[in-house]
C-alpha cells in the first residue's frame, strides 16, 4: 500500500539536496516530462533499451502453494506444473519466460506486503533477489464451499516494486493446469513504455509485443485492454527509487499496430501524463484486467481538530453513485458505512465505471473512474457540509413552492369547473382560498436573500456553499417562483363580479387559439 | 287492493262532497270518501307473499264485513281508542257553523281515520273507526312473525324481525314480551350445545331487561351452577366464585350457589394444608388458596404471616420476557428483566459511580487514562448467580460481543468506536478507543454477560446466570395470562422477595387489576384514563421520557425510498383525529400533543420551529400519483407491522382504511411489542412498522429513534433502511462528535431535516406513565426504569386488603 502513495517525503528529500548540490540546473532536468519526451526521461545505464522492449519476454517466477486441507503432493504437482507450462508455451509463447516452483514448504523470512486481501501469512525476501522481474503467488485453496476449490493469486513486479490486486478463480482439481494458466493471464500485468501523447491519443510500447503470439488469444496486445500509469522514479545514478500509480488515470486501447498499441486516456485530471515532478522520473503503462473481485473504497475528510491540528474522519453514510465513465446513467446506488468505507463489486458487463460521491441529496463531491476489481487508495473528499446545508434548505424550499404551486393548481381546476357551472357561491369561496395561498413575493424576495447570504459567507469563509449543484437548485427555485408569482386568477373574478361564465369561456379560447398559433409556429 | 276489500269500502258512508268526481271516474261509488285535496301518490304493486323485512311496511285494517285492506301504514301508531259519533246523513241541512265543527271532530283520528289503500287509485280515503273492527299494524305483523320463527328454531330472522319494531318503535307494545322469548329461547338452545358462555349472555340480557323474570333466573342458575364447576375443575377459581357470588346475587338461597361454595372452600382448604411450612412456595399456595375461597378460616393469617417473610411484588405489564434475561435485549421486558437480573458496569455517568459507590454496579472504579484509553476496575465482591465471582474474562468478552457483527448483542456504533478491549489483570480492563469519544463511558452502563454466554443469542435457562440483586426463576406461559418470575439473591434482604411480572395486554384490565388489589404496579397507565378519577390509595407517576410514537419506515423498500412517496403519506394522515378519535378517545391534555418528529417536544435536541405535517389529502393526491409516475408503477401494496395494543390496532386500522381511499393497500400484521423491535433493530426487512419510543437523551443512540436497523450488523444492510443519505450522514457524524454543544446544534439540524426528508412518519407524543397502590412503597416517582431502584422497595403485608 505504501508503495502506492504519492512519495513527497523522498520527493522533498530529493528537491532539498538538488537544490544544495546543483542549484537550480539540475531541477529543470529533473522536471523532464516522460510523456513528452519519453526517451530523455529514460533512467541512466544499466536500463532496458526501450528500443528492444518489444522484443523482451518477461522473467516470471511462478511460486503455486497449496493449501494444507487440499490432498496435492509435489509429484503431481510437478505434473500439473508441468502441464501449465505446455499451455503457456502454446497459448502465450515466448513473451512468457517461466521459472515454476513448487512452493509447499517453502519459507521466505521477510514479510512480503500483500496488503490485508492476501488469505494466508505469506513471506518473501526481497534481498535475496531470487530472480524474475515478475513475481506471481498463486496459491490453491478451498472454496465457498466445501466441494469447491479456488486459485487465488496476485503478482508482485520488480520493475515497479508494484504489487498487483488479488485476483480468485474457481478451479477443479482435474483441470488444475488449465486453472491455474488462466489465474497467470488474470493476474499478469503487461508492462509499455508511454511513447507518446497526443490530442488524447497515448502511444503505448508494450514489453514483449513483438514476440509472436503461438495463438489468437495473444494476451499482450490487444484492442480494449486496459492500462494502469505507473511513474518510476530515480536517484542521481540512475538507480530506481520508488514508483506511484498515477491515480484514477486509465489508458484503454483502441488500436494495436505492429510496435505498439494506442489507447484513450480516461482519467479525473486534465493532464495526468503532463504532470511534472522535479525527480528524474518515467512514466511506464501496466495492463490491468478487469474483475469481479470487490473493490473497497475508503473514503475520508480532514476535520480541524478542537486544537486546531486536522484530523480525518470517514465520510460516512453518503450515497455513493456508480455510473458510466465519464457521464453515463448511474447503473447502482450504494451507501458508504460508518468508517466511510464501500466494498463494490462491479455487476457483470459493466468493467469500467465511475464512482461519484454524493453529499446530502444531490451534491457530487468526487467522480472518480474505476477499473472493475482494481484496487484503489483511499479518498480524501470535501464533505462539503456548509453547501450541503444550504442545498437541504433549498430543497425544503422547492417542496414548499411546489405545494404551494400544487394547491393552486387545484384550487384553479375547481374555479374553472365551477365557473363553467356558474356556481358563484362556490366561485367565490374558491377565490378567497386562493388569495390566503403564500404571497408570491415572498418567495422570490427570500431566494434573493438567500442567494446574497450563500454567495457573501462563500467569499468570507472560503467555503463551498453556493456550489454548482447549489447554482443549479437556485435557478429551479427561482423558476418555480416566478412561474408562481405569474398565476392569476382575474378572470374568474371578472366572471363572479358580472355572474357569467362568458368572460372565463372566452379566456379559454382564446388561451386555445395562442397554443394552436404557438404549435402552428415552425 | 282485493274486490273484498274494495266491496266494503263502496259501503262506507261518504262525506266529502267533491270526492263524487273522483269516485265516478274510479268507478267507485260515492260511499267512498276522498280528502281530494291531498295529491294522489300511486303506491307500488305490493307482493303479498313477499317477506315482511324486504317490503315497504303497511298495515292491515279489518272492516265490518270481515274484510281485511292493506293501507299505507297509519298515523299516530297507534291509534287512539275509537270515540263514539253519531253520524248524519249528507242531505240533512245544517247551518255552516255546525258543519264546521263537525268537520272538525271528524278530524279526530279517535273518530275518522285517512286511509291510502296499497291498490287502487292512489286516491286517500276516509274511514269511520266504528266501521273498522280490527286495524293490525305492521309492527305487530313482525312481532307474529318473529313468535313463529322462535318456534322454528331460527332464532337470527327472528332477532331481525324484533330489530325491525325496535327501530321502528323500541316501546311498541309485546315488543320487550317477544325478546325476551327469543333470549329465554336462544339461551335453552346454547346451553343444550354446551356453550354456557354464550348462553348466559343471552341469558343476562333478559335479566337486565327484566331481573325479575323467573324463567330466566332459572336459567341463569343452571348456567353458571354448570360454568362454575367446570372453571372449579380447572384450576380458574377467581371465575368459579365469580360464577358463584352470581348465583347468591340472583338467589340467595339457590342449591347450585351452596354446593359450588362448598367445592371451593374445599379446594383452598386442602392447597392451604399442602401448603410448605419453610419455602417461599407456601405464599403461592397461600395466594391460589386464596384465589380460591379467601374466607377460608386461618387462611388470611397464614398468608399475612407468609407475605412479611416472603414480601411479593406483582407487576402489571404489557409483555413479559418470553426466554431467559439478556442485558442486550432491546424490548421493554428485556430491560426491565435485565435490570432485575444483571448488574451495569457504571449505574450512573456520576463521579460517585467513577468511585464505584452505588452499590448496584460492578465496577469500582472508571478513569480515563488518555483521550482514547479507559480502565475500568471491577468490584472484589461482585459476583454471578452460581456464585463465582465477576472477572475481566467476562467484561472482555462482553465489550468484544458488542463489536462483534455476528453476535446478538453487535452495537454499530460501538463496534465504530472501540479498538481493543484487554484484560489488565483479573479486575482490570482497560478499553481503547479509535479516536477521542464524547461521553465513552455511557457504553458502561449496559450490563455485563458472563464470559460463556456473551456471544450467544439464546441461553438455555438450566445455564443462566446473572449478576443482579435477582435471579430469573422462570417464565410461566398459559392460553390466556403470561408471568415472569424473579426472586431476589440468597443474602440479600433490601427489597421485595419476590417480584412477579403479569402480563396484561389491554392497559385498561391492568388498572382495573391495580384497582382490584390483584397487581401492586402497573408499568402503563391506559391513555384513556382520567386522572381526576385516580383512587387515593393508587399513586400515579410520570416518566421524565415520554412515549413518541411514529411510522418507522424501510428505506430498502424501492417506493419507501422515494421522497415524494413517503411526503404523501405524511400528507394523507389525519393524524388530529386519529389521535383524539381512535388513539386517546377523548380531547387530548396540555402534555398530549401530535410529534413533528422522533425527538419529544422540550428536550434540547427538539427544534421549537419545525411544525407537524398538516393533513392534506389534495396534496397526498398529488404526491402519490407522482411517486407513480417516477417509479413507473399502478399499484402499492404495503405491510404495516404493528405492536399487539389495542389502542394502537385501532389506529392501525383505520390507517389501513384511509389509506385505501388514496389507492394503496395496507396489509396489518400484529406483533408482540418486544418483537417487533428486535426484528427491526436486529436489521431484518420490513415495510412500515410502528414504533413507540422513549427518546433518552444520548446522542449514540439518536439514529435508532429515526432508524430501529441503524445499529445492526453490516451484512443486513440496515444502514440502507434510514430512507434518507443527508440524515444518515449527519447521524453517522454525530456519532463522532466530541463537543456537547456541537452535538446540540446538529441534533436540532437532524430534526429540521426528519421534518423535510420524512424519514419516518411522526405520529404523537403522549407521556409515559405508571402507577402503583400504596401499599407499595419506594417506587421512585420520576424514572426512565421501573425496577431502577428495587432494593429500596417494601411492600406492606395488607393481605386482607387483597382481593384476588
Redesign the interface.
Same mark, same amino acid.
Given at each position: 500500500m505504501i508503495r502506492l502513495r504519492f512519495p513527497t517525503d523522498l520527493l522533498r528529500r530529493f528537491a532539498l539536496a538538488f537544490l544544495f548540490l546543483a542549484g537550480a540546473q539540475s531541477t529543470s532536468m529533473a522536471q523532464e516530462s516522460p510523456a513528452s519526451s519519453a526517451e530523455a526521461s529514460t533512467p541512466a545505464s544499466g536500463q532496458q533499451e526501450s528500443v528492444t522492449a518489444e522484443n523482451q519476454p518477461y522473467d516470471i517466477v511462478l511460486h503455486l502453494s497449496v493449501d494444507d486441507r487440499i490432498a496435492l503432493d509435489a509429484e503431481k504437482g510437478a505434473r500439473i506444473l508441468s502441464d501449465f507450462e505446455a499451455i503457456a508455451d502454446r497459448i502465450v509463447g515466448r513473451a512468457w519466460k517461466l521459472d515454476v516452483r513448487w512452493a509447499e514448504g517453502e519459507v521466505w523470512d521477510t514479510p512480503f506486503d500483500l496488503w490485508t486481501q492476501w488469505p494466508e501469512p505469506v513471506t518473501y525476501d526481497r534481498r535475496k533477489q531470487q530472480g524474475g522481474e515478475k513475481v506471481w503467488l498463486v496459491r490453491l485453496r478451498p472454496g465457498t464451499d466445501k466441494a469447491s476449490l479456488e486459485l487465488v493469486g496476485r503478482e508482485f513486479d520488480r520493475s515497479s516494486g508494484i504489487l498487483g490486486p488479488v485476483r480468485t478463480r474457481p478451479v477443479i482439481m482435474t483441470d488444475l493446469a488449465r486453472g491455474l494458466f488462466e489465474i497467470c493471464r488474470d493476474i499478469f500485468r503487461a508492462i509499455a513504455d508511454v511513447a507518446g501523447y497526443e490530442g488524447g491519443e497515448v502511444r503505448l510500447r508494450i514489453r514483449g509485443a513483438s514476440l509472436a503470439a503461438v495463438s489468437e488469444g495473444s494476451i499482450l496486445a490487444q484492442p480494449g485492454q486496459y492500462y494502469q500509469l505507473v511513474r518510476l522514479f530515480y536517484d542521481r545514478t540512475g538507480k530506481f527509487v520508488s514508483s506511484t500509480v498515477e491515480p484514477w488515470t486509465y489508458v484503454k486501447t483502441t488500436k494495436v499496430s505492429g510496435d505498439g498499441a494506442f489507447g484513450s486516456l480516461l482519467s479525473s485530471f486534465r493532464d495526468p501524463i503532463g504532470r511534472r515532478y522535479r525527480q528524474t522520473n518515467k512514466l511506464v503503462a501496466m495492463a490491468l484486467t478487469p474483475s469481479t473481485v470487490p473493490t473497497t473504497f475508503r473514503f475520508s475528510q480532514l476535520l480541524a481538530?478542537?486544537g486546531g491540528t486536522p !484530523?480525518r /474522519?470517514p465520510?460516512?453514510? /453518503?450515497?455513493v453513485e456508480i455510473h458510466e465513465w465519464p457521464t453515463g446513467p448511474v447503473r447502482a446506488t450504494a451507501?458508504t +458505512? =460508518?468508517?466511510g468505507t464501500l466494498r463494490f463489486e462491479a455487476p457483470e458487463g459493466l468493467d469500467f465505471y465511475g464512482v461519484r460521491l @454524493?453529499?446530502?441529496?444531490l451534491e457530487p463531491l468526487l467522480d472518480v473512474p474505476v477499473l472493475a476489481g482494481d484496487q484503489v487508495p483511499a479518498i480524501l473528499a470535501d464533505?462539503k457540509p456548509a453547501a @450541503?446545508?444550504f442545498q437541504?434548505r433549498l !430543497?425544503?424550499y422547492r +417542496?414548499e413552492i411546489l +405545494?404551494a404551486l400544487? =394547491?393552486r393548481f @387545484?384550487i384553479e381546476a375547481r374555479l374553472g369547473d365551477r365557473t363553467k357551472a356558474s356556481d358563484w357561491n362556490r366561485v367565490a369561496e374558491l377565490v378567497r382560498e386562493w388569495r390566503n395561498t403564500p404571497v408570491p413575493t415572498g418567495f422570490t424576495s427570500t431566494l434573493a436573500q438567500w442567494k446574497m447570504v450563500a454567495q457573501r459567507r462563500q467569499l468570507q469563509e472560503k467555503k463551498a456553499i453556493y456550489t454548482q449543484a447549489n447554482q443549479a437548485l437556485m435557478a429551479e427555485l427561482e423558476a418555480l417562483a416566478s412561474r408562481y408569482e405569474g398565476q392569476e386568477i382575474e378572470v374568474y373574478e371578472e366572471s363572479l363580479e358580472k355572474r357569467s361564465n362568458l368572460p372565463y369561456l372566452q379566456d379559454l379560447e382564446d388561451q386555445a387559439k395562442e397554443k394552436a398559433k404557438t404549435k402552428a409556429a415552425p | 287492493m282485493t274486490c273484498v276489500g274494495l266491496a266494503s269500502i263502496r259501503r262506507i258512508y261518504w262525506s266529502l262532497v267533491s270526492a263524487t268526481v273522483c269516485s265516478l271516474a274510479l268507478s267507485l261509488p260515492s260511499g267512498f270518501g276522498q280528502a281530494g285535496a291531498k295529491p294522489a301518490t300511486p303506491a307500488a304493486a305490493p307482493k303479498l307473499d313477499e317477506p315482511l323485512l324486504t317490503r315497504a311496511p303497511f298495515d292491515r285494517l279489518v272492516l265490518k264485513d270481515a274484510a281485511v285492506v292493506p293501507v299505507e301504514p297509519l298515523a299516530p301508531r297507534p291509534l287512539p281508542t275509537p270515540k263514539k259519533y253519531a253520524r248524519r246523513p249528507p242531505s240533512r241541512k245544517k247551518s255552516a257553523e255546525l258543519e264546521a265543527r263537525e268537520k272538525e271532530i271528524e278530524k279526530d283520528p279517535a273518530i275518522r281515520l285517512f286511509v291510502m289503500p296499497l291498490e287502487g287509485d292512489g286516491l286517500e280515503y276516509a274511514v269511520y273507526r266504528e266501521d273498522i273492527t280490527d286495524i293490525v299494524y305492521f309492527e305487530d305483523m313482525l312481532l307474529q312473525e318473529a313468535d313463529r320463527l322462535i318456534t322454528a328454531g331460527d332464532y337470527a330472522k327472528a332477532f331481525e324481525h324484533i330489530l325491525f319494531v325496535q327501530n321502528r318503535d323500541p316501546k311498541w307494545r309485546g315488543l320487550a314480551d317477544t325478546h325476551r322469548r327469543l333470549l329465554i329461547a336462544e339461551a335453552r338452545q346454547r346451553f343444550d350445545q354446551g356453550d354456557l358462555m354464550a348462553g348466559l349472555q343471552f341469558v343476562n340480557e333478559a335479566l337486565a331487561r327484566n331481573p325479575k323474570d323467573d324463567q330466566a333466573r332459572a336459567l341463569a342458575i343452571e348456567g353458571l351452577g354448570k360454568l362454575g364447576e367446570i372453571d372449579l375443575a380447572a384450576g380458574r377459581y377467581e371465575r368459579a366464585r365469580e360464577s358463584q357470588s352470581r348465583m347468591r346475587s340472583i338467589d340467595a338461597n339457590a342449591p347450585a350457589a351452596k354446593s359450588l361454595a362448598e367445592k371451593l372452600l374445599e379446594v383452598a382448604r386442602t392447597i392451604m394444608s399442602q401448603a410448605p411450612q419453610d419455602r417461599p412456595e407456601r405464599l403461592d399456595r397461600l395466594n391460589e388458596a386464596y384465589r380460591a375461597w379467601p374466607e377460608t378460616e386461618g387462611l388470611s393469617a397464614a398468608r399475612s404471616e407468609a407475605m412479611v417473610r416472603w414480601p411479593t411484588v406483582n407487576v402489571a405489564v404489557q409483555e413479559a420476557i418470553s426466554d431467559t434475561p439478556r442485558p442486550w435485549g432491546a424490548s421493554p421486558a428485556q430491560a426491565r428483566a435485565a435490570d432485575l437480573t444483571f448488574r451495569p458496569l457504571l449505574e450512573e455517568l456520576r463521579e460517585s459511580s467513577y468511585k464505584g459507590e452505588p452499590p448496584g454496579q460492578i465496577a469500582a472504579r472508571y478513569e480515563l487514562v488518555d483521550l482514547t484509553t479507559g480502565e475500568l476496575t471491577l468490584k472484589p465482591d461482585a459476583r454471578w448467580s452460581d456464585g463465582r465471582n465477576v472477572n475481566s474474562r467476562d467484561v472482555v468478552a462482553t465489550l468484544t460481543s458488542w463489536a462483534q457483527p455476528a453476535s446478538p448483542a453487535y452495537h454499530g456504533t460501538w463496534a465504530g468506536i472501540v479498538e481493543s478491549v484487554a484484560a489488565v489483570d483479573d479486575r482490570k480492563i482497560r478499553v481503547k478507543f479509535t479516536r477521542p469519544v464524547l461521553q465513552p463511558d455511557f457504553w458502561f452502563l449496559r450490563a455485563v454477560m458472563p464470559a460463556e454466554t456473551a456471544f450467544s443469542a439464546i441461553v438455555p435457562p438450566e445455564t443462566w446466570i446473572g449478576s443482579g440483586d435477582f435471579r430469573w426463576l422462570g417464565n410461566r406461559v398459559e392460553s390466556q395470562a403470561a408471568e415472569s418470575t424473579f426472586e431476589r439473591q440468597p443474602g440479600l434482604d433490601a427489597g421485595p422477595f419476590r417480584v412477579r411480572e403479569l402480563v396484561f395486554e389491554d392497559d385498561r384490565d391492568a388498572w382495573q387489576a391495580l384497582l382490584d388489589s390483584r397487581v401492586d404496579l402497573i408499568e402503563h397507565v391506559p391513555s384513556d384514563l382520567l386522572l381526576d378519577r385516580v383512587p387515593p390509595t393508587v399513586a400515579v407517576a410520570t416518566s421524565p421520557s415520554p412515549d413518541v410514537h411514529l411510522i418507522a419506515i424501510d428505506g430498502r423498500v424501492p417506493i419507501l425510498a422515494n421522497r415524494s412517496f413517503r411526503r404523501g403519506l405524511a400528507y394523507a394522515l389525519n393524524r388530529q383525529e386519529l389521535f383524539e378519535e381512535q388513539f386517546l378517545g377523548r380531547a387530548p391534555r396540555p402534555d398530549e400533543f401530535l410529534a413533528d418528529g422522533a425527538f419529544a417536544k422540550g428536550t434540547a435536541w427538539d427544534d421549537t420551529e419545525v411544525r407537524p405535517v398538516p393533513f392534506d389529502p389534495a396534496m397526498a393526491r398529488l404526491l402519490f400519483a407522482s411517486a407513480k409516475r417516477e417509479l413507473k408503477i399502478t399499484k402499492i401494496s404495503l405491510t404495516l407491522d404493528y405492536p399487539a395494543r389495542p389502542d394502537i390496532a385501532r389506529v392501525a386500522a383505520k390507517i389501513a382504511d384511509s389509506l385505501s381511499g388514496f389507492g394503496i393497500e395496507i396489509k396489518l400484521k400484529r406483533w408482540q411489542a418486544g418483537e417487533l423491535e428486535e426484528s427491526l433493530r436486529s436489521g431484518k426487512p420490513f415495510e412500515l412498522a410502528w414504533r413507540t419510543v422513549s427518546p433518552s437523551m444520548d446522542h449514540f443512540l439518536i439514529g435508532g429513534l429515526i432508524a430501529p436497523a441503524i445499529y445492526a450488523p453490516p451484512q443486513s444492510g440496515g444502514l440502507a433502511a434510514l430512507a434518507s443519505p443527508v440524515i444518515l450522514s449527519q447521524v453517522l457524524s454525530l456519532e463522532r462528535a466530541f463537543i456537547e454543544t456541537e452535538v446540540r446544534a446538529q441534533a436540532r439540524f437532524i430534526d429540521r431535516l426528519v421534518r423535510q426528508e420524512l424519514p419516518l412518519i411522526p405520529l404523537w407524543q403522549v407521556p409515559h406513565r405508571y402507577a402503583w397502590r400504596k401499599d407499595l412503597t419506594g417506587v421512585r416517582p420520576n424514572s426512565d426504569r421501573l425496577y431502577h431502584n428495587v432494593r429500596e422497595w417494601s411492600v406492606r403485608p395488607a393481605a386482607e386488603a387483597k382481593s384476588p
Open positions: 481538530s478542537t !484530523i /474522519h465520510v460516512a453514510g /453518503h450515497k451507501l +458505512d =460508518r468508517e @454524493v453529499g446530502g441529496s464533505a @450541503v446545508e437541504q !430543497i425544503a +417542496d +405545494d400544487a =394547491r @387545484v | -
